[in-house]
């Protein structure tokens, strides 16, 4: 079975940085393009920044310069490093892991940037 284990996630002012986790078990990981979403209030999900299996990283435009991503298949984990965090990244951010018609998703963790 595969779990997804976010963290990381948490209370933020506009301006500073925080990085989430999400620790992948019951796949090969390796295989598997892995990334972000989120989810505002009311909003449509929305990707954050995916990475394929061969290591090609792309990102929202919303967060190109802020954001990068970076996966490790040693410990099939995959990570979001956070910068220069804005109120409108303020989201549930979820971890996914797919290949071909195979999509897994982590439960979310809450990203709030408020002062």
């Known amino acids: 079975q595969v779990q997804l284990v976010e963290s990381g996630g948490g209370l933020v002012q506009p301006g500073g940085s925080l990085r989430l986790s999400c620790a992948v078990s019951?796949?090969?990981?390796?295989?598997?393009?892995v990334g972000w979403y989120r989810q505002a209030p009311g909003k449509q999900r929305e990707l954050v920044a995916i990475?394929?299996?061969?290591?090609?990283?792309n990102y929202a435009d919303s967060v190109k310069g802020r954001f990068a991503s970076s996966r490790d298949n040693a410990k099939t984990t995959v990570y979001l490093q956070m910068n220069s965090l804005k109120p409108e990244d303020t989201a549930v951010y979820y971890c996914?892991?797919?290949?071909?018609?195979?999509?897994?998703w982590g439960q979310g963790t809450q990203v709030t940037v408020s002062s």
């Open positions: 996914y892991v797919g290949r071909d018609s195979y999509n897994y």
């Open positions: 019951g796949t090969i990981f390796r295989l598997f393009t």
């Open positions: 990475i394929t299996s061969g290591g090609n990283t």
